[in-house]
T-cell receptor
Framework: NAGVTQTPKFQVLKTGQSMTLQCAQDMNHEYMSWYRQDPGMGLRLIHYSVGAGITDQGEVPNGYNVSRSTTEDFPLRLLSAAPSQTSVYFC??????????????FGPGTRLTVT | AQTVTQSQPEMSVQEAETVTLSCTYDTSESDYYLFWYKQPPSRQMILVIRQEAYKQQNATENRFSVNFQKAAKSFSLKISDSQLGDAAMYFCAFTSGTYKYIFGTGTRLKVLA
């Protein structure tokens, strides 16, 4: 099992550019989520999904779009990058079955810099 | 609103000694889950320990244990026999099962040889 994978690991964007951060998991988890990590602020939830075709907003959704067309993939789109979106982004997944542990499995993160 | 507070931005401990990291939370829910995650310099988030609110017994994983005080809404992590590899950022996290997870701001633990 690869677990949760994220690409790219590092990215530099210019203000106004768009891009997609990729996230995939091979554990057949229904729940997937995106966080951003900023110094002194911990991890903040951007968007999450409880299954294919179902997404919802987290704490800081503005400037980001998501979609979930398959169980495995949950891409995060930055429509028009801004310097305030410079951060480390984590994708995570969790099972929602009857024996749900509520534990999240995290990807390795993507460090994004917007200049 | 649900919140998680880690009031210690940084802690230090001598190798082989014991250290306790603090976490308090606020919720009106009665059923919820609490976690401690470790983030070493590699940036990978690693689950250290998990506690279900309905369980009165404190969770233990080898050298890691928690002191869960439900009435006080406190969830501290005790690391015994500290090792150099324990140096990392530690995050306390909460979920009430609504699919939203709340993280604290983290405590940086330094282990002194």
């Amino acid at each position: 099992n690869a677990g949760v994978t994220q690409t790219p690991k590092f990215q530099v964007l210019k203000t106004g550019q768009s891009m997609t951060l990729q996230c995939a998991q091979d554990m057949n988890h229904e729940y997937m989520s995106w966080y951003r990590q900023d110094p002194g602020m911990g991890l903040r939830l951007i968007h999450y999904s409880v299954g294919a075709g179902i997404t919802d907003q987290g704490e800081v959704p503005n400037g980001y779009n998501v979609s979930r067309s398959t169980t495995e993939d949950f891409p995060l789109r930055l429509l028009s990058a801004a310097p305030s979106q410079t951060s480390v982004y984590f994708c995570a997944s969790s099972n929602l079955g009857r024996k749900r542990s509520h534990e999240q499995y995290f990807g390795p993160g993507t460090r994004l810099t917007v200049t | 609103a649900q919140t998680v507070t880690q009031s210690q931005p940084e802690m230090s401990v001598q190798e082989a000694e014991t250290v306790t990291l603090s976490c308090t939370y606020d919720t009106s829910e009665s059923d919820y889950y609490l976690f401690w995650y470790k983030q070493p310099p590699s940036r990978q988030m690693i689950l250290v320990i998990r506690q279900e609110a309905y369980k009165q017994q404190n969770a233990t994983e080898n050298r890691f244990s928690v002191n869960f005080q439900k009435a006080a809404k406190s969830f501290s992590l005790k690391i015994s026999d500290s090792q150099l590899g324990d140096a990392a950022m530690y995050f306390c996290a909460f979920t009430s099962g609504t699919y939203k997870y709340i993280f604290g701001t983290g405590t940086r633990l330094k282990v002194l040889a």
